[in-house]
């Protein structure tokens, strides 16, 4: 398939995770954030071995282990964190620092040159999405800051890594791999730090079946085949759609009301993902040894 087919295929997947956030305040019981991680990851990870019947070999056990910390397991109890100690519209400011992160990640690890456009779309990206969520009562927590900063290091470093370390395997096996090794990792942290779950009811098992089959096997099915094919400073402005997508259901499923700044927001966000194609483009289409503009 082509870029233009391979960018709106990964683009599903952050505009699905947008939906996890109404699907966890509608459907799931509160207060269980490490529990509903753990269920979120490890079901589907052991549904897809399931079907792969194939479980990593050599170097590839630690390899996996470290790519489902960073991506699952250690990613998202930082988010929770920051989620707890600040409000959502901080927490997810501070997390779209990702696409930065990764412009200079994939310098040091691929050799990937930092393109200024790049850097202007993600700082772009920062603002857009403040401007979507944030309240002018925001109040700062430092561990709150710090833990959103680690999250969103934690899952820029996996994307590079995803990238620099692809396996001689098929991408649903990979997929199955870092699920169930970042679920087991969460398992240990969930039940030390959290009291056992309520009985569950029928949207209660709903929503945990939409997060773990939609919201991670099939999501992160597309999000490594998109870091397989494509840079990740072109992968991870796609992020910000996560929040997008969160707000606009709010503003259609719940009856939110979104303010001129909110419709801003949204524009910005998407123009800091066109203009971060548009830098990979130009470096794709540059010369080999032509200098940077």
């Not at 772009?124 to 700062?140: E, F, K, M």
């Not at 090794?181 to 009985?199: M, N, S």
Request: glycine share 10%; hydrophobic share 60%; no cysteine.
């Amino acid at each position: 398939m082509s870029r233009a087919t391979d960018l709106p295929l990964t683009a599903i997947a952050p505009a699905i995770w947008g939906s996890t956030y109404l699907v966890t305040t509608e459907l799931l019981p509160q207060g269980y954030p490490l529990t509903v991680a753990m269920l979120r990851a490890l079901p589907a990870g052991l549904l897809l071995l399931l079907v792969v019947r194939r479980l990593p070999f050599g170097i590839w056990w630690a390899r996996t282990f470290i790519l489902g910390a960073l991506n699952f397991a250690v990613f998202w109890w930082m988010l929770f964190i920051s989620a707890y100690r600040l409000p959502g519209g901080m927490a997810a400011t501070v997390g779209a620092v990702q696409p930065l992160i990764v412009i200079f990640l994939a310098r040091l690890a691929l050799g990937t040159p930092i393109r200024p456009l790049a850097v202007a779309a993600a700082l772009a990206g920062v603002g857009g999405v403040a401007l979507l969520v944030l309240t002018p009562q925001v109040a700062l927590d430092p561990a709150g800051v710090a833990a959103g900063l680690a999250g969103a290091l934690s899952m820029a470093g996996g994307t590079v890594l995803s990238r620099r370390w692809q396996p001689p395997v098929s991408l649903l096996t990979f997929t199955a791999w870092q699920l169930a090794a970042g679920g087991l990792l969460l398992v240990p942290a969930a039940l030390w730090l959290e009291p056992p779950l309520p009985p569950l009811t029928g949207a209660n098992l709903l929503g945990f079946a939409y997060l773990g089959l939609v919201g991670a096997a099939l999501t992160y099915i597309l999000w490594f085949r998109g870091i397989a094919r494509l840079e990740p400073s072109a992968i991870a402005p796609l992020g910000l759609l996560s929040p997008v997508t969160a707000v606009i259901l709010g503003w259609v499923a719940l009856s939110q009301r979104l303010t001129a700044a909110q419709f801003a927001g949204i524009a910005i966000v998407l123009l800091s993902v066109w203009l971060s194609q548009r830098a990979q483009r130009q470096g794709a289409s540059r010369p080999a040894g032509a200098p940077a503009r």
